[in-house]
């Protein structure tokens, strides 16, 4: 991130249950004493820096391009409507990128551009002003799908999350570890979001539909079934913390775009 020309940077280190060592002295170090989940750990570094945008950069990814955030800034600036932006991410090795990192249902061509409903949440940019009045990444999900909230709440304040497949971000492609806590996680993080976030109409919609579709994925993989339904009935029984029910004009916005929040 040093490389990037024509910005000021104000960069942090946050380190969620370690104590980040060895950095550049340009680089304020934030150590944790215990790992609170990825959306805390971000949440903490908020604080640490000062300026107009906030940028956050998982420590396996990468920015190849040292005019990155000077031409997504421009990107923010020339279009206030858009109050988040993830870049295309692509494997530095060459090694074909999965599809899970374009966020569109359908995925179509990895560089186009379009709206989103949720982000890959290993590099975002977003004003400053507008991740405060979103309340930030959700703190209690630890792990899964805070991506999600954070573009609702967007929209919520009249905004567009973007995907900018012009522009790019390196992160290897790494299998995702398919044990229980995945699928445990997930399937609570996909009650709570709904809980959290849906007019109440809609929360029995967006989990009936979630838990439909992992039956009909999951039922051949009855361990990874299991463990998602035990996540599914946790997110049902425990507290998923504040909520703020998107309002009926978003509700409507996101679906115009082609997005009802149902799935």
């Known amino acids: 991130m040093l490389v990037q020309q024509g910005v000021r940077l104000d960069v942090v280190?946050?380190?969620?249950?370690?104590?980040?060592?060895?950095?550049?002295?340009?680089?304020?170090?934030?150590?944790l004493p215990e790992n609170l989940g990825i959306p805390a750990g971000r949440n903490r570094g908020v604080s640490q820096v000062s300026g107009e945008f906030l940028f956050f950069l998982d420590d396996d990814a990468s920015i190849p391009d040292p005019n990155f955030l000077r031409d997504a800034i421009a990107m923010l600036r020339a279009d206030?409507?858009?109050?988040?932006l993830q870049p295309r991410v692509v494997d530095?090795?060459?090694?074909?990128?999965?599809?899970?990192?374009?966020?569109?249902?359908r995925k179509g061509e990895a560089d186009h551009?379009?709206?989103?409903?949720?982000?890959?949440?290993?590099?975002?940019?977003?004003?400053?002003?507008?991740?405060?009045?979103?309340?930030?990444?959700a703190e209690p999900f630890f792990y899964a799908h805070e991506g999600i909230e954070l573009a609702w709440r967007v929209w919520d304040l009249g905004l567009r999350a973007w995907y900018a497949g012009e522009l790019e971000a390196n992160h290897p492609v790494i299998q995702p570890t398919r044990h229980a806590d995945?699928?445990?996680l997930?399937?609570?993080?996909?009650?709570?979001?709904?809980?959290?976030?849906?007019?109440?109409l809609l929360v029995p919609v967006y989990a009936g539909?979630?838990?439909?579709?992992?039956?009909?994925r999951w039922a051949r993989k009855p361990s990874a079934l299991r463990a998602w339904l035990a996540g599914f009935r946790e997110g049902w029984t425990t507290d998923p913390g504040e909520r703020r029910?998107?309002?009926?004009?978003?509700?409507?916005?996101?679906?115009?775009?082609g997005r009802p929040p149902i799935v």
Not at 80 to 84: A, C, D, E, F, R
Not at 209 to 216: E, M, V
Not at 245 to 257: D, E, H, I, Q, S
Request: proline share 10%; charged share 15%; net charge positive.
């Open 13 to 31: 280190c946050v380190g969620n249950g370690w104590q980040p060592t060895g950095l550049p002295a340009e680089v304020k170090t934030l150590g």
């Open 186 to 200: 997930n399937a609570r993080n996909r009650v709570w979001l709904a809980r959290r976030n849906l007019p109440a």
């Open 209 to 216: 539909s979630w838990l439909l579709i992992q039956l009909l």
């Open 113 to 137: 551009s379009s709206n989103v409903f949720s982000v890959w949440e290993g590099a975002v940019l977003l004003p400053r002003a507008v991740f405060d009045a979103t309340g930030g990444w």
């Open 245 to 257: 029910p998107l309002k009926p004009r978003t509700v409507c916005r996101m679906t115009l775009a």
């Open 92 to 105: 530095p090795a060459g090694i074909e990128s999965p599809r899970r990192w374009i966020p569109r249902i």
């Open 80 to 84: 206030p409507t858009i109050g988040l």
């Open 182 to 184: 995945y699928y445990r």
